[in-house]
């Protein structure tokens, strides 16, 4: 049931505020202590079936929620659209445990309108422990919430305001675009790279790529390893077009898109007349494997010029250097604009850089796409 919501936070400003539905409730109660160690969350609510979160999210109004998707009589999934609709603007995050059955879920939810997923802990040490989850969970709240915040005009905590800046990378007027070393080339390939919100904007990116858009895709979305392999098969349905998680020695071929395995990074190698895959165990960058930068390194170093560049929604920087080499090689990179982006950390970190060639609502991408493939006007 829900507990009384708290309207101030602990650091004097409205605080980012959260419902819990999950049928544990030692899960709920793991959740709660974790995200109320941050001065800047309240958990106001916590219900432990679908039918129950409904009626919570209409009294309580959160900004986040995070959904289990298996409950007794009303699972996650069937409860989402319900959520969304009772509270205008929430970010819903999934939460289950690593299953492929789940990560397949998970996606189809991302598709319903849930905005992000977290792997839930699956045996007691990692529940007590928890570390990695915990700084997970709380990062995306924090950041989800506060995207949602300032696009309602509403106060955000002033503990985030560090954080915030991280993700907030808006200017009142776009940045003239960075001088290229070399000159923009007709592309051969297309790099995306995308995080947080990303499986959404993959989705319709791709969903409207024309069928004479022949060139190959590669793609590094922040994903653990049970979902990469889940979301190529999304992508393949939606597309129309062969998607792959990526493997080691892979041939690149026309027409095909291949997505980074979680848990590695994904590079291009070979030449442009005979590409091919290379992945990677080594260190995280930006904290992630798969990243971004890595795999834009390595598009500029095979196809210089004849690369484009796209970075969509997400969390933090990566993405950024990577850009500025695929830049100084002469290639074109697009980026996903502030309000139709989840969080528009990745992208406006490329836009405020002054390294897009132009800044774009998701929905015109694919046309952005078509165009510099036909055309370095």
């Not at 409950?71 to 509270?87: H, I, N, R, S, W």
């Not at 955000?156 to 940045?175: C, F, I, L, R, Y």
Request: include cysteine; proline fraction near 6%; charge should be positive.
């Amino acid at each position: 049931m829900a507990t009384a919501a708290r309207q101030v936070s602990r650091s004097g400003a409205a605080a980012i505020r959260v419902l819990l539905v999950d049928d544990s409730a030692v899960i709920r109660g793991m959740l709660r202590r974790w995200l109320e160690e941050s001065s800047a969350i309240d958990v106001v609510g916590a219900a432990q079936n679908g039918q129950v979160a409904i009626h919570e999210a209409r009294q309580l109004q959160p900004d986040i929620i995070i959904l289990d998707i298996e409950m007794p009589v009303m699972d996650g999934l069937t409860a989402l659209p319900k959520l969304k609709e009772a509270v205008d603007g929430c970010h819903v995050i999934m939460a289950s445990t690593l299953t492929k059955r789940n990560a397949d879920i998970s996606l189809r939810a991302m598709r319903l309108g849930a905005t992000d997923y977290i792997p839930k802990p699956e045996s007691r040490l990692e529940m007590t422990s928890g570390s990695d989850f915990k700084s997970a969970i709380t990062e995306k709240v924090i950041a989800l919430g506060t995207a949602r915040r300032k696009r309602l005009g509403l106060a955000v905590p002033a503990v985030q305001k560090k954080v915030a800046s991280e993700q907030d990378t808006s200017t009142k007027v776009a940045p003239r675009p960075r001088p290229r070393r070399a000159a923009a080339s007709l592309p051969d390939i297309i790099a995306i790279g995308s995080s947080t919100g990303g499986p959404q904007a993959l989705f319709t990116v791709l969903e409207k790529l024309k069928p004479n858009c022949t060139l190959p895709v590669v793609i590094t979305q922040h994903m653990p390893a049970t979902f990469t392999s889940i979301l190529a098969g999304h992508l393949e349905k939606i597309s129309g077009r062969p998607c792959t998680e990526g493997e080691e020695g892979m041939p690149i071929k026309a027409g095909h898109i291949y997505v980074a395995p979680g848990g590695k990074h994904m590079l291009v190698s070979g030449t442009p007349a005979n590409p091919s895959l290379v992945l990677d165990e080594g260190p995280e960058e930006n904290f992630c494997r798969p990243a971004v930068d890595p795999l834009f390194r390595s598009v500029a170093d095979v196809y210089g010029a004849r690369s484009l560049g796209v970075i969509l929604t997400g969390m933090g920087t990566d993405g950024l250097k990577g850009c500025g080499v695929l830049r100084d090689q002469g290639a074109r990179i697009l980026v996903q604009d502030e309000a139709t982006s989840t969080v528009w950390g990745m992208p406006g970190a490329v836009s405020k850089a002054g390294l897009a060639d132009d800044v774009l609502p998701i929905a015109g991408m694919a046309d952005a796409i078509m165009r510099c493939a036909r055309s370095t006007n």
